[in-house]
């Protein structure tokens, strides 16, 4: 097994690798920024990504997969009370109903209800809440950033940041004195790729064209992706609460979206 932080630092450096292979191979121009915008996208890098990474690993240590799942996904209640208090925007009777909807619907995926999967602790529910903020605080400040920066440059460059913050904490030749197997490696890069790279370049572009608590809810998703992952790849159990909860999940997202 490979500790959770390892694979949060290797999982930035490996999709910081491939945004920049991919971009320098397929348009060189994407990676021309400007230093306002280098900055902007650093911000993105390591509040939205490292700290937020940093938060949901201690939740993950401090509580379990299913508490810090639910946690993480609150972000919409903050990025919607952002847009309230702060840019003094109504709020949609739609939008309430599909964030209730959603959040109820991951509470059942991750069985908030069975307190022998569902552990919460103060420390660890303030780091939940905590990577909760970091996310909502990813998705409004990608968002300002992409009035000027194309969404893979500043995806290309958040990641940067974000594994340069990493390499104070676990430098990359640590990482490489580990002795991974080439299994393990090749496991690593499908998580930076299929699981990081592509997943967070096409949420980061659709944040050009949905407003930012419409853009949360529909990242609400993620949990019952991953259940259904697991039920169909694992062979993991899919109860019928976990069922509905996915469906609850879905309606959000068509509700907040018609």
């Not at 569902?118 to 009035?147: D, M, Q």
């Amino acid at each position: 097994s490979v500790d959770p932080l390892f694979l949060v630092v290797i999982r930035a450096y490996l999709a910081t690798l491939t945004l920049l292979t991919v971009l320098a191979l397929l348009n060189p121009a994407r990676l021309r920024i400007k230093r306002r915008d280098f900055w902007a996208a650093a911000v993105v890098g390591i509040i939205g990504l490292a700290v937020n990474n940093f938060f949901y690993f201690e939740a993950l240590h401090l509580t379990n997969v299913a508490t810090a799942l639910l946690l993480q996904y609150q972000a919409p209640i903050l990025v919607a009370l952002y847009t309230v208090l702060v840019q003094r925007q109504a709020l949609q009777r739609r939008v309430i109903l599909a964030m209730a909807l959603a959040i109820l619907g991951c509470a059942l995926v991750v069985r908030a209800y069975d307190f022998e999967v569902f552990r919460p602790n103060l420390v660890g529910v303030a780091a939940g809440l905590g990577g909760a903020g970091a996310f909502a605080f990813y998705i409004l400040a990608s968002r300002a950033a992409l009035r000027t920066l194309n969404p893979w440059t500043l995806l290309t460059y958040a990641y940067l940041s974000a594994s340069l913050a990493w390499a104070v904490v676990i430098p990359p030749w640590l990482v490489i004195a580990h002795g991974f197997g080439l299994k393990t490696w090749g496991a690593f890069l499908a998580v930076a790729t299929v699981g990081t790279v592509i997943p967070f370049g096409l949420f980061i572009s659709g944040l050009r064209f949905l407003p930012p608590t419409q853009a949360s809810i529909v990242g609400t998703l993620e949990p019952v992706v991953a259940a259904v992952a697991a039920y169909a790849i694992l062979g993991e159990t899919l109860i019928p609460l976990q069922i509905l909860g996915g469906a609850l999940v879905l309606a959000g997202v068509v509700v907040v979206q018609t």
